[in-house]
């Protein structure tokens, strides 16, 4: 079992930044690729990006490249979101999840573990 607890979420202006950090515990971090979704009131839940154990293999939706960075702390157990240029319609919850291994890459229907999540609002 993978514990994830997400922090880091809270209300900024448009144009504001703010970064999210998950918190891992349980089995070897390191073995897992690490991801951050989102779900905005009313809709599905969405990739947002995504980075392999090592961080040599990093995807990111095309809603959030050049604004978003993923990385990782192995040595802490923890993935961070760097959310920079934030932009109203980024308003959701945002969830980390873990799977064993990169395979094809981390997608909505290949996560092995979740967190609960932690609400990011962007005011205009």
């Known amino acids: 079992q993978v514990q994830l607890v997400e922090s880091g979420g809270g209300l900024v202006q448009a144009g504001g930044s703010l970064r999210l950090s998950c918190a891992a515990s349980?089995?070897?971090?390191?073995?897992?690729?690490m991801a951050w979704f989102r779900q905005a009131p009313g809709k599905e839940r969405e990739f947002v990006a995504a980075?392999?154990?090592?961080?040599?293999?990093?995807n990111y939706a095309d809603s959030v490249k050049g604004r978003f960075t993923i990385s990782r702390d192995n040595a802490k157990d923890t993935v961070y979101l760097q959310m920079n240029s934030l932009k109203p319609e980024d308003t959701a919850i945002y969830y980390c999840?873990?799977?064993?291994?990169w395979g094809a890459g981390p997608s909505l229907d290949n996560m092995d573990y979740w967190g609960k999540g932690t609400l990011v609002t962007v005011s205009s």
């Open positions: 349980g089995r070897a971090f390191s073995n897992y690729a």
């Open positions: 980075i392999e154990w090592r961080g040599i293999y990093i």
């Open positions: 999840a873990a799977r064993l291994g």
